[in-house]
Nanobody, 129 residues
Framework: QLQLVESGGGLVQPGGSLRLSCVAS????????IGWFRQVPGKEREGVAC????????YYADSVKGRFTISRDNAKNTAYLQMNSLKPDDTAVYYC??????????????????????WGQGTQVTVSS
C-alpha cells in the first residue's frame, strides 16, 4: 500500500517546539519532492515548507521562515518538519505530501499542491497556553 503517515503533532505552549515526521511506505521517497502543508478549518490549505528531490533546495512560507526546518532522511524513507518558536497562529492540521512531477522552482512546489501524488492523513498541532 502506497501511503504517507505523519506523526509528532500535539499540544505545545507558545515558544515551544515539535518535530513532525512523515514516513513513506510502498514507495521510495528519494525520487519525490516533499511538501508540508497546513490547514485551519474554514481556510484554504497553505504550503509551509517544501524540499526538492534533486538537490534538496528548500522553500519556506514567510510566516515560518527562520522557525521551521524541513529535512529528509532517504535512508529512513522519512521527511521531517522541525518547528521551533511556535505561535498560536501555527495551530492547524499539518499534512505531508510527495510530488513526482518536475516543477521548476521549490516555491512553486509549495503552491501547486494539486500536483502532489500522495498525501498523509494529517496530524494536529495546537499551540496554546
Amino acid at each position: 500500500q502506497l501511503q504517507l503517515v505523519e506523526s509528532g503533532g500535539g499540544l505545545v505552549q507558545p515558544g515551544g517546539s515539535l518535530r513532525l515526521s512523515c514516513v513513506a511506505s510502498g514507495f521510495t521517497l528519494d525520487y519525490y519532492a516533499i511538501g508540508w502543508f497546513r490547514q485551519v478549518p474554514g481556510k484554504e490549505r497553505e504550503g509551509v515548507a517544501c524540499v526538492s528531490s534533486s538537490d534538496d533546495s528548500t522553500y519556506y512560507a514567510d510566516s515560518v521562515k527562520g522557525r521551521f526546518t524541513i529535512s529528509r532522511d532517504n535512508a529512513k524513507n522519512t521527511a521531517y518538519l522541525q518547528m521551533n518558536s511556535l505561535k498560536p497562529d501555527d495551530t492547524a492540521v499539518y499534512y505531508c505530501a510527495a510530488l513526482s512531477r518536475y516543477i521548476t522552482t521549490v516555491q512553486a512546489m509549495c503552491v501547486m499542491m494539486y500536483e502532489y501524488d500522495y498525501w498523509g492523513q494529517g496530524t494536529q498541532v495546537t499551540v496554546s497556553s
